[in-house]
């Protein structure tokens, strides 16, 4: 079974595209945390968690309701990551994770995929997207056979930075920057409520045709991204991005 989470398409590209190569089914994390289901998962293949890169990690969110979560049948666990540069340390914290689970834990990918955290960095036009995805692809196919074969991913060598970036960075990174506050919509909002749809945390809701933050976000950017009008500014660090959705979904 693959299992995604994704803000902007980047994961659900992935997880998508690994299905259709091991023919199996693919769930949206996205939408069992949105109806708040911790219905049981099974699978007589073994899970493939596709994933991006927050704070050099899994997101905090995938990690929680992972651990709500009972899994039946297979518990060989592969992890996914799609990331903007570097995946840094995180497989020493999903090893944990697995542990915990009781997970047979068959490797982690790194996939690099175009920035879409517009909040800080800066994001990709859609020439340059399409180009980045297309140059993905060829690792995604590779990751995708070694999982229909059973083999286990390797790991990678990790740098003193990567170790640094999973470790003190990561846990700065919540507690500084994930927070709502910044966002706002200008008055190109057309009150559509896409923004209130697509939020996997029902963090938003309209008040007076506009919407409005509450304190529980994790950053994933499907708001800021999927708005029909670019309505949507996160402070000023946002002005004059492109909004990022992949392009291939």
């Not at 570097?86 to 834990?105: M, P, Q, R, S, T």
């Not at 920035?115 to 994001?123: D, T």
């Amino acid at each position: 079974m693959i299992l995604y989470f994704s803000g902007t398409g980047n994961s659900a590209f992935v997880a998508k595209r690994i299905a259709s190569i091991v023919r199996d089914e693919v769930v949206s994390i996205n939408d069992r945390i949105r109806e708040h289901s911790h219905k049981k998962i099974v699978s007589e293949k073994p899970l493939v968690f596709a994933v991006p890169t927050y704070g050099w990690r899994i997101p905090r969110l995938v990690e929680e309701w992972i651990c709500k979560m009972t899994f039946e049948e297979n518990q060989k666990a592969y992890f996914v990551m799609t990331c903007g540069g570097d995946i840094g340390n995180a497989e020493k914290y999903i090893l944990k994770l697995c542990e915990k689970k009781k997970f047979e834990f068959m490797g982690c990918a790194e996939i690099v995929m175009p920035e879409n955290y517009i909040a800080m960095f800066p994001v990709p036009e859609e020439e340059e997207a399409i180009s980045i995805v297309k140059k993905a692809e060829p690792l995604i196919e590779e990751t995708a056979n070694a999982i229909s074969a059973g083999y286990r991913l390797p790991s990678k060598e990790v740098s003193s930075a990567g170790k640094i970036c999973s470790s003190v960075v990561n846990e700065l990174f919540y507690p500084l920057f994930v927070k709502a506050g910044k966002f706002r919509a200008t008055d190109a909002c057309i009150s559509c409520g896409k923004c209130e749809k697509v939020c996997p945390l029902h963090n938003i809701h309209l008040k007076n045709g506009k919407p409005v933050w509450k304190r529980k976000c994790t950053h994933c950017m499907a708001c800021i991204c999927d708005c029909p009008r670019e309505a949507i500014e996160y402070g000023k660090a946002s002005k004059g991005k492109p909004r990022y959705h992949c392009p291939e979904v």
